[in-house]
């Protein structure tokens, strides 16, 4: 079955990735395979203290949206705009489908694919 729509919903070690039109719909999960979310930060050095996002996770998530036509990216953080920066920088076919990007916490799937739908329409 072919979908024309996508959403993603992804932090920092999951991707809800949902697949849809009018009627049906296809999730998938994509995990990341790092195991290291937060480094030990010590006062007065630079960065955030946080682990850098594996490429390899942000590669497979964009993977799975390569044939739609339209993607919309959401999460609560920064992983969606450093998957926006991945797509820009490796895969700018899959860049040029992104159509919108949001804040949105932590939905279940049924809510993810109902905000959109009702985005798309």
Same mark, same amino acid.
């Given at each position: 079955?072919?979908?024309?729509?996508?959403?993603?919903?992804?932090?920092?070690?999951?991707?809800? &990735?949902?697949?849809?039109? !009018?009627?049906?719909?296809? +999730?998938?999960? @994509?995990?990341?395979? %790092?195991? =290291?979310?937060? $480094?030990?930060?010590?006062?007065?050095?630079?960065?955030?203290?946080?682990?850098?996002?594996?490429?390899?996770?942000?590669?497979? &998530?964009?993977?799975?949206? !390569?044939?739609?036509?339209? +993607?919309?990216? @959401?999460?609560?953080? %920064?992983? =969606?705009?450093? $998957?926006?920066?991945?797509?820009?920088?490796?895969?700018?076919?899959?860049?040029?489908?992104?159509?919108?990007?949001?804040?949105?916490?932590?939905?279940?799937?049924?809510?993810?694919?109902?905000?959109?739908?009702?985005?798309?329409?």
């Amino acid at each position: 079955m072919t979908f024309h729509h996508a959403v993603i919903w992804i932090d920092h070690l999951e991707a809800h &990735v949902i697949h849809f039109d !009018a009627h049906n719909s296809s +999730v998938e999960t @994509v995990k990341t395979d %790092s195991t =290291k979310t937060h $480094l030990h930060h010590h006062r007065g050095t630079l960065g955030s203290g946080k682990a850098e996002t594996s490429q390899s996770y942000l590669h497979d &998530v964009l993977q799975s949206v !390569a044939v739609a036509e339209a +993607v919309l990216v @959401v999460g609560p953080g %920064s992983a =969606k705009l450093e $998957l926006i920066k991945h797509a820009h920088h490796h895969d700018p076919k899959v860049a040029e489908k992104i159509v919108g990007v949001e804040t949105v916490d932590h939905p279940t799937d049924p809510q993810l694919l109902a905000f959109a739908r009702k985005y798309f329409q």
